[in-house]
Each structure stands twice: as C-alpha cells, then as structure tokens.
C-alpha cells in the first residue's frame, strides 16, 4: 500500500467533522445553540437523569466540554441541574424552554442528517474519501 497521506482517514475524518459542525452551527445560530448543545439537549431529552460523566462517555464528549456547555445552556434556561444523590456531581434535565427550542430545531436537524446520509450513503472506500473531502470543503 502507498503511504497516500492525502488518504488518511483520521485527517480526512477531523476535517469533515470540523466542516459539519460548521455547517450545523451556522444553521442553528437563529436559534442560539450550537450543535454541541444541539447534541447536550437531544441527550438530556432521551436520556434523563445521567451524570455528566455518563453523558459525557455516551456523546463522546470530554468532560470539561461539556460541563462548559451544560452551564451556557443553563444559564440560557434551556437546562437547569440539580446535584446527584451521591457525590459532588450534577444532573441536568431539559427546561420547558429548552424541549420548545429542540422541537423547533428538530425539522433543520432532520434536513440536515437526510443531506449527510445522502452524501455518504452505502460508500466503498473511494467514495467514502470523496465524502469526507466534499464535506470538509463547506
């Protein structure tokens, strides 16, 4: 195999995630989140009642990230948090305000995802890698 660093799918990988959480970004700034906290507020709606370390694992999201996020939401009331039965953690749960922005934000989410899955639908490796590139170029 050629050493096609150009290839490389970490490289490749970052570079899409970074184009897609631009993308989402852009289009949820109307709404006042990002799509990290896009992404906080669908976890705490399907999955209430997690520690920040449960929820941090189960969103790939590091730690500090996302207690840094879960006090912007907070502090926005799209979030409020209450301490654990047990220990020095927190638990956050979805505001009436913060479910009205999900249900808002849902039908862009929905675009969204339909325009990713058509860009890498049922992808062999050169497709893939062709997808990963259109994406970062956004």
Not at 18 to 29: E, G, I, P, Y
Not at 62 to 78: H, I, V
Request: net charge positive; with cysteine; hydrophobic share 40%.
């Amino acid at each position: 195999m050629k050493d096609d660093f150009d290839l490389c799918m970490v490289l490749n990988t970052r570079m899409a995630a970074r184009a897609v959480t631009r993308r989402v970004d852009h289009k949820l700034r109307p709404y006042g989140v990002t799509g990290a906290q896009f992404t906080i507020l669908g976890s705490l709606r399907n999955h209430p009642g997690r520690s920040v370390t449960e929820m941090a694992e189960a969103i790939a999201m590091d730690r500090t990230t996302l207690s840094r996020n879960l006090a912007l939401l907070e502090r926005k009331r799209l979030v409020s948090a209450t301490p654990a039965a047990h220990g020095n953690g927190r638990i956050g749960a979805v505001t009436e305000a913060g479910r009205k922005v999900i249900d808002d934000l849902l039908p862009e989410w929905r675009k969204a995802q339909a325009e990713l899955r058509s860009l890498l639908s049922d992808p062999d490796f050169d497709t893939m890698i062709a997808g990963l590139r259109q994406l970062s170029r956004v």
